[in-house]
Nanobody
Framework: QVQLVESGGGLVQPGGSLRLSCAAS????????MGWYRQAPGKQRELVAI???????NYADSVKGRFTISRDNAKNTAYLQMNSLKPEDTAVYYC?????????WGQGTQVTVSS
């Protein structure tokens, strides 16, 4: 089985920073891409950032310049560094992995930006 373990969410004041981690484990191989999505109450899940195996990245316009996605291929781990956080970044953040045999989602981690 494949497991995704997310960590790093929490409560932060506007302008603050958080770093999310997503570690994939189990019978997983040939990871093509790892990404972060988020879902705010009453809204659809949306892509935040994605990184391919070769290192190319793509970001939602709303987070460009503030968020940085990275990955450690040896550890099957992806990171999302979030700076200059805004209240509108408040959401449950989900990790997603696209690999040779399909796609998997993490359980989600809550990020709340509030003063």
């Amino acid at each position: 089985q494949v497991q995704l373990v997310e960590s790093g969410g929490g409560l932060v004041q506007p302008g603050g920073s958080l770093r999310l981690s997503c570690a994939a484990s189990g019978r997983i191989f040939s990871i093509n891409a790892m990404g972060w999505y988020r879902q705010a109450p009453g809204k659809q899940r949306e892509l935040v950032a994605i990184i391919a195996s070769g290192g190319s990245t793509n970001y939602a316009d709303s987070v460009k310049g503030r968020f940085t996605i990275s990955r450690d291929n040896a550890k099957n781990t992806a990171y999302l560094q979030m700076n200059s956080l805004k209240p509108e970044d408040t959401a449950v953040y989900y990790c997603n992995v696209l690999w040779a045999l399909g796609t998997h989602w993490g359980q989600g981690t809550q990020v709340t930006v509030s003063s």
